[in-house]
């Protein structure tokens, strides 16, 4: 065990503090959150992988601060077809609705989540959060990804000029928010 120093100077600022309340889930409605970290986990015991959201709230006001967690399956190589096309199909939503351009030609999901998923932090995220019970029968909050939030596309032209697109690949590093 380790040897700790004296904390008695503690004693009079916690008999003053007041108990916090309001942790726990958020209640059930709207949110409008910005992402806050956004990484890979994997099981080391199946070898699943996933994408772990953590999403700050910033409205409604009386919830700013406080987090809402989201999760995306990632399939691994054998996972069932029909199972992968339904877990990427759920990623390409919510990568959308933050505003990844996931239809562009030079998307490719496995370079975006390798070398740019740090892209995705303080992106703006409206969602939903809803409790719903699961298969033991507690209660478990799911946040679902709604749109992308207004204003949250980056470099979008207000002139109203338009451009021509090209036939030519570019070597430029691919940014997965630009309006090209």
């Keep these: 065990m380790v040897a700790l120093p004296n904390l008695n100077y503690l004693d009079d600022p916690f008999a003053e503090a007041e108990e916090m309340t309001g942790g726990g ?3 059930d409605g ?4 910005m992402v806050d970290e956004v990484e890979i986990k994997q099981s080391e015991e199946r070898g699943t992988m996933w994408l772990n959201w ?7 006001e009386e919830f700013a601060g406080r987090f809402l967690f989201h999760t ?5 190589q054998d996972t069932d077809p029909e ?8 990623l390409k939503a919510d990568l959308k609705a933050v505003g990844v351009k996931v239809e562009h030609e030079r998307f490719r999901l496995g370079a975006f989540l390798k ?6 932090l303080d992106k703006p995220i409206a969602v939903s959060a809803k409790t719903k019970k699961d298969n033991k029968g507690q209660d478990r909050q799911n ?9 949250a596309s980056t470099n979008a032209s207000t002139s109203g000029a338009t451009s021509t697109a090209s036939t030519e690949v570019s070597d430029a590093p691919f940014d997965p928010f630009a309006d090209e």
């Design 143 to 151: 946040t679902y990804f709604k749109r992308e939030k207004e204003g």
């Design 83 to 90: 199972k992968a096309k339904t877990m990427l199909g759920m």
């Design 72 to 76: 995306n399956s990632i399939p691994v």
């Design 25 to 27: 889930s958020l209640p």
């Design 115 to 120: 070398d740019q998923l740090s892209s995705l």
């Design 30 to 33: 709207d949110y409008e959150c």
């Design 54 to 60: 953590k999403l700050k709230v910033s409205s409604p």
